[in-house]
Each structure stands twice: as C-alpha cells, then as structure tokens.
C-alpha cells in the first residue's frame, strides 16, 4: 500500500489554501508572487457543496486504474507514489475517466500542449506535501501504510468490544 492524503470534509472550511500551495509547490521557483490564472495547476481540488467541502485527492491506488488504462504508458508507480510522465501524456482523458476518485485533471498548457495532473505528495519537498502543511485546519493528513492499520485495527477491537 501507498502513502496517500486524506482529507477530513468534517474540518474543511473550503479555503483553498491547499490548492494556492499545490501550485505553488510545482513551479519552477516556487513563488507565490508569480503565480499567474495560467500557472495555477493544482494537483489536488477542493470540491464545494452548499453546506460540505473537501478535497479531491489521489490515492495513489496500488493497482492505479489511471495508470492501467493509459495508451502512452505515461503513469507509473514511482517508488511510493504514481506518476505522471508528462512528455507521454497525449491528453486522451482515459486516465480521468478510469480514476474512481476524480483526482485526475487534463488541462491545456502552452501552445497544443497538454498535462495530466495528479497528486505527486510532493515528492520532491523534503517536508512532504505541501497542501497539508498549509491547510489552516489540518483537514489533510498524509497517511502510510502502518497509519492505515493502525486506524483499522482500533476500528476491529471497538467493533469486537461493543
């Protein structure tokens, strides 16, 4: 199993602040300064109903289901996460249409090129992925493996005490 972000709509007050950090956290400089309506590329989504929000996230899916539909073979397993190979990417959709989760994006970007976006946790920040260290309610946590099991083995013992 992968790492992957999770997002706690209970706690989510829908400022976007995570998105802000995303895109600001994959371009070149990482400056908040130059980000510009056509810079702005998160690879995560905050998705908005008239009393819930939360974020739309990959989850990094050990059988990847984008990955496994892609013609180009441009998403692949990288060590911990999945990734996107944007010189492959021909910007079919496939992978949006197989993600169960919605968390993938393709977007036009310069001229006739194209991207497919998701959730990379910030592979190369040192401090992790940047949405959740700049979400002001701590609505996203990064959870690995041991997290996940230790969260369903309380589950189990509460369900076998009651």
Known sequence: MNRFIVAESNKCIGCRTCEVACAVSHQAFQDC??????????RIRVVKTGTLSTAAVCRQCEDAPCGAVCPTQAISRK?????????RCIGCKTCMLACPYGAMEVTAVA??????LKCDLCFHRDAGPACVEACPTSALRCMDPQQLEQISAEKRRRAAAW
């Open 33 to 42: 300064a130059a980000l510009s309506a056509e810079a702005f590329l998160p």
């Open 79 to 87: 060590g911990d996460f999945i990734a996107v190979d944007q010189a």
């Open 111 to 116: 001229s006739n090129q194209v991207q497919a």
